[in-house]
């Protein structure tokens, strides 16, 4: 299941494949036109409580992680159901807007995705 994770603020590439928006709010200084979407997977998101306590902070990233998938295990299937029909047609790119590349929910998503596949 090719799913790429990447920025929002990085620049669109040719193998991008389908772009989609994972974060329940629009991007700080990214118009619509120059995010070069797909589409827009709100719903798929933490919640803003936990992205509330979360508040990127490191010492918190387990914790996180494992609220998400909870999360992510309670949540209706069908908008998951729909990414992972679209990245086994193809590459998929989880696109969001945290500036830590390493510890953000699109990571946790994508392995999830990719885990139950």
Request: with cysteine; hydrophobic share 40%.
């Amino acid at each position: 299941m090719p799913i790429r994770i990447k920025r929002i603020y990085d620049a669109p590439a040719k193998d991008d494949g389908r772009r989609v928006l994972v974060d329940r709010i629009w991007p700080r200084g990214v118009s619509k036109a120059d995010a070069a979407l797909d589409d827009w997977c709100k719903s798929v998101a933490p919640s803003t409580d936990l992205r509330q306590w979360f508040g990127h902070e490191r010492a918190r990233w387990s914790a996180f992680c494992e609220h998400y998938r909870d999360e992510l295990d309670a949540a209706p299937p069908e908008p998951l159901d729909q990414l992972r029909a679209i990245a086994s047609q193809g590459r998929l790119t989880l696109l969001y807007a945290a500036k830590d590349t390493e510890c953000n929910h699109a990571i946790v998503l994508g392995e999830y995705l990719e885990r139950d596949a």
